[in-house]
DNA sequence: GCCAACGTTGGC
DNA sequence: GCCAACGTTGGC
């Protein structure tokens, strides 16, 4: 069981899409970064905890909690000429790009930036360090638990 | 395989 | 819109 931090801009799909669609889950896709990648395909496991956070919007931060529903499988978009996320090296027989479905556990009140940037116990997080830009970073079982239960 | 140039992310 | 940080690309 591990544990994950996914940033989704919330313009492109938001915790209240997520709440909205089919089954409560989506493929994440679009990710075109080949460490986020790497954890989607060779980290994840089903049931992982997934802390969802909007980010690039007014107020970035955690929206809601979820979990991973699928073990991964191609990213469809990076065949499709007309998505922006549609990548001309990649082969059907080798896909490059692989994801994982996202469900809804709840929506939760948001815990902005701010707000964890507030928190000691959150000092370490991969996600708050200088520099990170990672769209999926891991989250420690401690981190998990100190958040779940602010956001109870 | 180095590394400069370029592109992207994402908070502010 | 700015810009720091960092990933990717491509010439050599």
Same mark, same amino acid.
């Given at each position: 069981?591990?544990?994950?931090?996914?940033?989704?801009?919330?313009?492109?799909? /938001?915790?209240?899409?997520?709440?909205? #669609?089919? +089954?409560?889950?989506?493929? &994440?896709?679009? %990710?075109?970064?080949?460490? @986020? $990648?790497?954890?989607?395909?060779?980290?994840?496991?089903?049931?992982?905890?997934?802390?969802?956070?909007?980010?690039?919007?007014?107020?970035?931060?955690?929206?809601?909690?979820?979990?991973?529903?699928?073990?991964?499988?191609?990213?469809?978009?990076?065949?499709?000429?007309? /998505?922006?996320?549609?990548?001309?090296? #990649?082969? +059907?027989?080798?896909?490059? &790009?692989?994801? %994982?479905?996202?469900?809804? @556990? $709840?929506?939760?009140?948001?815990?902005?930036?701010?707000?964890?940037?507030?928190?000691?116990?959150?000092?370490?997080?991969?996600?708050?360090?200088?520099?990170?830009?990672?769209?999926?970073?891991?989250?420690?079982?401690?981190?998990?638990?100190?958040?779940?239960?602010?956001?109870?």
């Amino acid at each position: 069981m591990n544990y994950w931090l996914m940033k989704s801009e919330p313009d492109e799909f /938001s915790i209240d899409d997520l709440v909205a #669609a089919p +089954k409560q889950s989506t493929p &994440w896709f679009g %990710v075109r970064n080949y460490m @986020a $990648r790497n954890y989607m395909r060779d980290s994840m496991t089903v049931g992982d905890g997934v802390l969802f956070y909007h980010s690039s919007c007014e107020v970035p931060g955690i929206y809601g909690l979820a979990e991973v529903a699928s073990t991964s499988y191609p990213d469809d978009t990076q065949f499709q000429k007309k /998505s922006p996320y549609y990548d001309p090296k #990649a082969k +059907k027989e080798e896909p490059r &790009w692989m994801l %994982v479905d996202v469900k809804l @556990a $709840r929506k939760t009140r948001p815990m902005p930036l701010e707000e964890m940037r507030g928190y000691p116990q959150l000092a370490e997080m991969v996600t708050l360090r200088k520099g990170n830009r990672l769209s999926i970073t891991p989250v420690t079982a401690a981190e998990w638990k100190f958040i779940t239960a602010k956001l109870k």
